[in-house]
Structure formats: structure tokens, C-alpha cells
């Protein structure tokens, strides 16, 4: 067979999954968003009422502007902390060869942990009466010693977010290690030599060649952190109310537990939107090293 | 002498750093470890110290938790998505890298973006199909639906592993007369194979820990491990050191995957992620 068929015959396969397992749903879910789209009512999957959902979410639905507000705060805190506290831990273990290879196997640990089983863990540990971090939190800061971690709406929403760092440290470190391994010694040390201190040297000299590795780090994040369902299904299922209530939980809840398929789709796609914008800044890092 | 000193402290500032570091990965961890060894009296208490238990690990497994029957599910259509995925993904990325495709930036950058597509917009479609055709609650249903998540992934990871292998061998059993097939089965598949377990490992890990599409597909035939977890939440309330068992029981064979790919790790992370 010759090479200018063979090259389009060996790719076939891989495009038709890719088609039936992502693109037609990504189509199916535009249309579906603007049907009546009730799966109890037959034939409402092709009732079409042209924007009404997405009107309907903007203007008629508080719960929608929560999960909107709920989503972005916890994005932005999840993504800053976890660049920060990596950053920090890969700074920490990148010079000491002596632990490295040590503490790089520990870490790799928690990445196979399920999010979904992270939820559990710290819902348990949270636990008012026999948690763990329950209890260092009481004994550390006095006044969080009797609070009921997961029925304050704002310590909840904390929980989420602790239990969404911890599991996205190790991953991140891991990167941040590989990123930092390639900026070059030689300018380190000559800017050593020339007396600049320990964070001079890391903020002119480290952190300019590590930006590209963060920036990708911090997309990557966003994009998982927008994401967010596994987790705060099991540690809060959205609650107290709707405090921990991410988009993606919102719509799990009315396409699934109310079973408006329709209405579900267009929120849905509301969040496809930003997912562009960030996928498109991810795929501009990939190609410009290619 | 002062700057020795200083040296010092810094080293001892920067292990007790590590040390509290690690303690806190490791803690939540540790503490399901402990709690699934507890009887269900001791799970209940802030204890550091008790009596170990086995029992735990057969209560799960019989009735009305039936953790066998998940673990079975959840075996099958880990193993089953990798068994697709990666003999696709890997014709798919050996022709990505190694010929010129007309548009073949655009099919990749398609296929990266895929990847980032929320799952639950991808779900809603295929709760309505699966239900008008029954795959609802099947395991060849999810098997579908978990190749959403792990082509992608898998074909550029597998890309970035065939990038790294040299082209002259290739080239040279070419030029002794050997068709392109016989080169990709003879040369390049024995080189790429630490490249494709690794990914198949990955893969593995994804489906296995997969958890919106099966709790939106299955609710008894098909239901996996994590699902498994929900159930015993709403089955009998909290019973933590069940839950902790089970826990250990989808955490263990992963923890042991991901050490097995240990060296591959950041390498093959970094291509996903870095690259």
C-alpha cells in the first residue's frame, strides 16, 4: 500500500472515535439546548423554543448566577493556591537531590487517588466528631474548635477548596520540578557570583524562564478547576444549599435530577464558552514549541 | 563561618518545609489506611491506637454492598477502554508523526481540545441516545463513552513517545525492501512499547477513576467502583470504616500502576501537560 493512503487509512479510526465520542455530543448538546428537551415528555427532544433556555438561565434563574459565582471564586482561588504552594514545593525540593527522587515517588501517590475518593476523605476528615484535620484546626485556631465544618456555607466552600489543592499539588510539582530542571544553571550561578540574593536570583533570573511552564500550568488548572464535579459530589453535593454548587453539579442536578435535558444543554454550553477561549491559549503554548 | 551557619539553618528550615509538606499529602491518606483497619465502634472515635480488624474487608464483599460485583464492572471497562484506545491511538499518532497530513494541525488541535470538553456536556447526549437504544446500565455503554476521555490523551501522548524514536532504522529497513507495515510492526511497535504501556497504564488510571458518566449511566448492573462509594452513603449513612475499605480497595492497584510508571511519570505528564 502506499504511503499517501496508508498515512489518512492509520489516522481513520482515531478521528471517527474522536467524532462519535466528543464532537457529536458537542453538537447534539447545541441542539438539544434549544428543545423544551424534558425527558419525561417524548417528543419534547425536538420541540424547539429557539433561545428561551438561555434566557431563561440568564434572567429567571438566581441558582444559575450562584453556580456562575460559586464556579469563578472557586476557580480562581483553587488555581492561585495550587501555582503558589507547587511553585513553593518544587523550589523546596528542586536543589536538594537527596530527597527528590524520594519525596517525587510520594507524591505521585495522591495523583492516583480519585477525586471522587478525595471527596470522601476529606468529608471525613472534616467530620465534627472524629475527623482529623477536624480536630488540628481546632487545636491550631481556637475559635474554628467547635464549628461543623460542612454545614457553615463559607467553611464548606473552604473544605472544597482545600480538598481541590491537595489533590492538584503533586501533579503541579511534578511539573514545576521538570520545568525549573531546564532552566539553565550557569545564569543562576553567574548571578550568584555577581551577589544577587536567593530571591533576586529567583525573580529575575528563575521566574522569567519558568513562565512559559506557568502558564500552561495555570490553564491546565483553570480549564480542571471550571470542571469541578467528582469532589464536591461526595464531600458537599452543592450544599449547605447551594453553597458549594459548581456549574457542573448544576447541571448534573436539573438534567438529571429534574430532568430537564434541554435546559441543562444550554448551561452547559454557556460553560463550553470560556473552555474555548482557555483551550485555544493551551493549544498556542503546545504548537509555538513544535 | 557566618555564612556556614546560615547554610545550615537554611537547610534545616528547607527539611522541616519537606517534612510538613509531605506529612499533609500523606495524612488523609493514612488516616483511610488506619480507619479501614477499625471496627466499626473505633471508626467513630479520634483514635491513633487501636485494635486492627480484617473484617472490613469481607463485609464489603457481601451483601447488600456486593463490592465484588463493582470491582468486576469496574475491571472490565478499565480494561476493555484501554484495549480499544491504544492499538487506535497508536496508528493514529504514528501517522501523525511521521508523514504530512493535510490538516493535520487542525485534526490535532481538534483532538487536544476534545480532551478539555466538560463531561457533562458530553453525557447529556448520551444518556437520551443510550436510553432510546437500552445501553443505559451497560458496561459496553460506558466502555463508549470512557473513549471520549482516553483517546485524546492517548494519541498525543503515544505521539510524543514515537516523536522520540529515531528515524534512521526505519529508514534503513526500508530501503532493504521492507514495506511500511512490516517496519511498524518490526521496528517501531518493539521501540514504542515501553512508550504505549505507560500510556495504556494512564489510560487505565483515567477509567478506572472515572466517575460523572458511570454515576449518570448505570445504577445497578453496570455501577463501578467509585459509584460504589456513592452508594454506601445513601445505602446505610455514613459508614466510615467500610468506606475506607472499599477506598483502599480502588486506591491500592492504582497506587501500584502509578509507581510502576514511576519513571515515565513526569516525563509523560509533561507531554500532556508541558510540551
Not at chain 1, 246 to 269: C, D, E, P, R
Not at chain 2, 119 to 147: E, K, S, Y
Request: charged share 10%; proline share 5%; glycine share 6%.
Amino acid at each position: 500500500m502506499r504511503d499517501s493512503t496508508l498515512k489518512y487509512l492509520l489516522v481513520l479510526p482515531a478521528i471517527v472515535v474522536v467524532f462519535a465520542t466528543a464532537i457529536w455530543p458537542l453538537i447534539e448538546s447545541l441542539r438539544l439546548s434549544f428543545t423544551v428537551g424534558r425527558l419525561s415528555r417524548p417528543g419534547s427532544l425536538e420541540q424547539y423554543l429557539g433561545f428561551e433556555n438561555y434566557i431563561w438561565a440568564f434572567l429567571y434563574e438566581p441558582a444559575f448566577w450562584n453556580s456562575v459565582w460559586v464556579t469563578t471564586i472557586y476557580t480562581v482561588l483553587t488555581v492561585g493556591l495550587t501555582t503558589v504552594l507547587s511553585l513553593g514545593l518544587a523550589l523546596l525540593l528542586a536543589p536538594g537531590g537527596r530527597f527528590r527522587s524520594g519525596v517525587q515517588t510520594l507524591l505521585i501517590l495522591p495523583f492516583a487517588m480519585s477525586p471522587a475518593l478525595i471527596g470522601v476523605s476529606f468529608r471525613f476528615m472534616f467530620n465534627p466528631e472524629f475527623g482529623l484535620f477536624d480536630a488540628v484546626f481546632g487545636v491550631l485556631i481556637p475559635p474554628l474548635a467547635d464549628v461543623s465544618w460542612l454545614v457553615d456555607p463559607v467553611l464548606a466552600f473552604a473544605v472544597c477548596v482545600m480538598a481541590d489543592v491537595w489533590g492538584w499539588i503533586p501533579f503541579l510539582t511534578l511539573v514545576l520540578i521538570g520545568g525549573l530542571a531546564s532552566v539553565p544553571q550557569d545564569t543562576i550561578e553567574a548571578a550568584q557570583v555577581d551577589g544577587a540574593s536567593g530571591w533576586r536570583v529567583f525573580r529575575d533570573v528563575t521566574l522569567p524562564q519558568l513562565a512559559p511552564v506557568l502558564a500552561v500550568v495555570v490553564i491546565l488548572k483553570s480549564i480542571f478547576s471550571l470542571k469541578t464535579f467528582d469532589q464536591i459530589f461526595m464531600l458537599t453535593n452543592g450544599g449547605p444549599g447551594t453553597a458549594t454548587q459548581t456549574l457542573s453539579h448544576y447541571i448534573y442536578f436539573n438534567g438529571m435530577k429534574y430532568g430537564q435535558i434541554g435546559y441543562a444543554a444550554s448551561v452547559a454550553w454557556l460553560m463550553v464558552i470560556p473552555m474555548i477561549f482557555l483551550t485555544y491559549a493551551y493549544a498556542k503554548f503546545v504548537f509555538r514549541k513544535e | 563561618m557566618i555564612g556556614r551557619r546560615r547554610k545550615q539553618v537554611m537547610n534545616a528550615v528547607q527539611l522541616s518545609l519537606i517534612l510538613i509538606a509531605i506529612l499533609i499529602m500523606l495524612v488523609p491518606i493514612a488516616w483511610i489506611f488506619m480507619a479501614a483497619f477499625k471496627n466499626h465502634i473505633d471508626v467513630f472515635q479520634l483514635k491513633l491506637f487501636f485494635t486492627p480488624t480484617l473484617e472490613n474487608f469481607g463485609t464489603v464483599f457481601e451483601p447488600p454492598f456486593f463490592l465484588g460485583h463493582k470491582l468486576m464492572n469496574s475491571t472490565i471497562v478499565a480494561f476493555v477502554t484501554v484495549v480499544l484506545a491504544i492499538p487506535i491511538a497508536t496508528m493514529a499518532a504514528y501517522s501523525f508523526s511521521r508523514f504530512r497530513l493535510t490538516g493535520e494541525t487542525t485534526m490535532l488541535v481538534v483532538i487536544l481540545a476534545t480532551q478539555f470538553v466538560p463531561a457533562v456536556v458530553i453525557i447529556l447526549p448520551f444518556f437520551v441516545m443510550f436510553r432510546d437504544i437500552g445501553l443505559l446500565d451497560t458496561r459496553i455503554g460506558l466502555i463508549l463513552v470512557n473513549l471520549a476521555i482516553v483517546m485524546p490523551f492517548a494519541i498525543w501522548m503515544i505521539k510524543g513517545f514515537i516523536d522520540g524514536i529515531p528515524l534512521d532504522t526505519e529508514e534503513a529497513a526500508m530501503v532493504d525492501g521492507s514495506s511500511r507495515l512490516q517496519v511498524i510492526r518490526n521496528i517501531v511497535l518493539p521501540m514504542a512499547a515501553p512508550g504505549l504501556l505507560t500510556a495504556g497504564i494512564f489510560c487505565f488510571i483515567i477509567a478506572w477513576n472515572e466517575f460523572l458518566f458511570a454515576l449518570i449511566l448505570t445504577n445497578k448492573d453496570a455501577v463501578t467502583l467509585p459509584i460504589g462509594l456513592a452508594l454506601f452513603k445513601a445505602e446505610e449513612g455514613d459508614l466510615w470504616n467500610l468506606l475506607s475499605a472499599a477506598g483502599i480497595i480502588i486506591m491500592l492497584p492504582m497506587f501500584v500502576l502509578a509507581l510502576i510508571i514511576r519513571k515515565y511519570f513526569v516525563q509523560g505528564m509533561t507531554m500532556g501537560a508541558v510540551r
